[in-house]
T-cell receptor, first 111, second 116 residues
Framework: LAKTTQPISMDSYEGQEVNITCSHN???????ITWYQQFPSQGPRFIIQ???TKVTNEVASLFIPADRKSSTLSLPRVSLSDTAVYYC????????????FGGGTRVLVKP | GAVVSQHPSWVICKSGTSVKIECRSL??????MFWYRQFPKQSLMLMAT?????????EQGVEKDKFLINHASLTLSTLTVTSAHPEDSSFYIC????????????FGPGTRLTVL
């Protein structure tokens, strides 16, 4: 079961770029990396998913090095509303792609 | 697309009663649904996995007779907390995925259960 490790918290300021790195040293060959955002008392919201190299969508970029043992979520020009907990997850293909949530990274965006 | 709803969004019940929570995939057929529980300031904990038309698979430590899961259709799964007690008070979240993309789960908004 692939386990992820991410920083507990990060502080940033409005307009800055936030980069959150996640370690997943025992990721399996077929496992994807997915990032979710969660606000208090809400369900997680899908942000981005990738397998290798770089993926970009309208809200974030995901950088995955060749060895896939880590990944970095990049949030460009954050605003106060980006204050949330961000979870990095690796789907365990061998276990039916179950997601095991770690502690996540609590991002606080300050004015 | 990929919208998952839950009903109710919050519920308060007396100790000893049963509560049913519904999870619906609104715009796709969910071949697999998952149920999670989240206590304050903690991460999500997977309770069970349910595949349409078959019995749910429960995670270790989760009582299957207490948390009854039914996934009778491709758009609906229900979680029934039987004989609820105050320690069952929590935030219950479902997620769903479809056969065409088993790598992505879409989460519902959650249901806040308070047992008095």
């Amino acid at each position: 079961l692939a386990k992820t490790t991410q920083p507990i918290s990060m502080d940033s300021y409005e307009g800055q770029e936030v980069n959150i790195t996640c370690s997943h040293n025992n990721i399996a060959t077929n496992d994807y990396i997915t990032w979710y955002q969660q606000f208090p008392s809400q369900g997680p919201r899908f942000i981005i998913q990738g397998y290798k190299t770089k993926v970009t969508n309208e809200v974030a970029s995901l950088f995955i090095p060749a060895d896939r043992k880590s990944s970095t979520l990049s949030l460009p020009r954050v605003s106060l509303s980006d204050t949330a907990v961000y979870y990095c997850l690796v789907g365990d293909q061998a276990a039916g792609n179950k997601l095991t949530f770690g502690g996540g990274t609590r991002v606080l965006v300050k004015p | 697309g990929a919208v998952v709803s839950q009903h109710p969004s919050w519920v308060i019940c007396k100790s000893g009663t049963s509560v049913k929570i519904e999870c619906r995939s609104l715009d796709f057929q969910a071949t697999t649904m998952f149920w999670y529980r989240q206590f304050p300031k903690q991460s999500l904990m997977l309770m069970a996995t349910s595949n349409e038309g078959s019995k749910a698979t429960y995670e270790q430590g989760v009582e299957k007779d207490k948390f009854l899961i039914n996934h009778a259709s491709l758009t609906l799964s229900t979680l029934t907390v039987t004989s609820a007690h105050p320690e069952d008070s929590s935030f219950y979240i479902c997620s769903a995925r479809w056969r065409g993309n088993t790598d992505t789960q879409y989460f519902g908004p959650g249901t806040r259960l308070t047992v008095l």
